[in-house]
């Protein structure tokens, strides 16, 4: 089951190792291009610094999964695959990592590089989890539900207040919310007892929510 970060805040966590300071950020990014941002903007913040190295995931589906990582300039293999590896021995998705390396004057060999490196993020990693800000992602079925503007504000309570995941709501003729759940059976249950029979669910797709 894949993991993932909350929208909108990184996690920074600084490391040293022999006089080097390694700067793991992660943050979550749903698209290769949204990776590409935010390894340019830990560039730009750290422009000093010798070493910009990255690896990102993102797709949740196997058909549309990327996975790149990038050394800059560290011995190949030494620095990207490794955070990458890290990052899916972990199962996250939708997750771009970029480790900033300033020099300490004393050479790490291979080894010494690829433990400093998936060891930065491991560590960003373990602080996120301690902080509870790694969420479980579900593929949940997408339902949609058609009901009147007289009743909607009404059964949209009902609905939030018995758990149910209101993941979009249209206004027309008629509001039409669209519904995320894992047991189908048990909400066409709700809808049919919020709506006295008068509305039924029809298939709207699939989601990856955060829980």
């Known amino acids: 089951m894949p993991f993932t970060l909350p929208a909108g805040s990184d996690v ?5 190792v022999k006089h080097s300071r390694f700067i793991a950020v ?5 698209t ?5 941002a935010f390894l340019e903007e830990q560039r730009r913040r750290y422009p000093d ?11 949740n589906e196997p058909s549309e999964r990327a996975e790149r990582s990038g050394d800059d300039g560290e011995p190949g293999g030494t620095a990207g695959i490794p955070m990458l590896q890290v990052l899916k021995a972990r199962e996250l998705v939708d997750v771009a990592a970029v480790v900033i390396r300033y020099f300490g004057g004393i ?3 291979a080894g010494g590089l690829v433990r400093a490196y998936s060891g930065a993020v491991s560590v960003a990693l373990d602080t996120a989890a301690a902080a ?12 949609s539900v058609q009901v009147g503007h007289g009743t909607a504000g009404r059964i949209e309570a009902e ?7 209101v993941v979009d709501a249209a206004y027309g003729a008629d509001v039409t919310f669209t519904l995320a759940t894992e047991d189908p059976e048990h909400l066409a249950e709700v809808v049919a007892e919020l709506t006295a029979g ?4 029809t298939p709207a797709g699939v989601r990856w929510v955060d829980v």
């Open 49 to 59: 610094a010798r070493h910009h190295c990255w690896a990102y995931i993102t797709g």
């Open 198 to 201: 008068s509305s039924e669910l």
């Open 107 to 109: 050479k790490l060999g």
């Open 159 to 165: 609905l939030r207040g018995r758990g149910i995941a």
């Open 32 to 36: 290769p291009a949204a990776a590409q």
């Open 132 to 143: 509870s800000s790694l969420l479980r992602r579900e593929r949940r079925e997408l339902l």
């Open 12 to 16: 920074a966590v600084e490391t040293e």
């Open 26 to 30: 992660l943050r979550r990014v749903d």
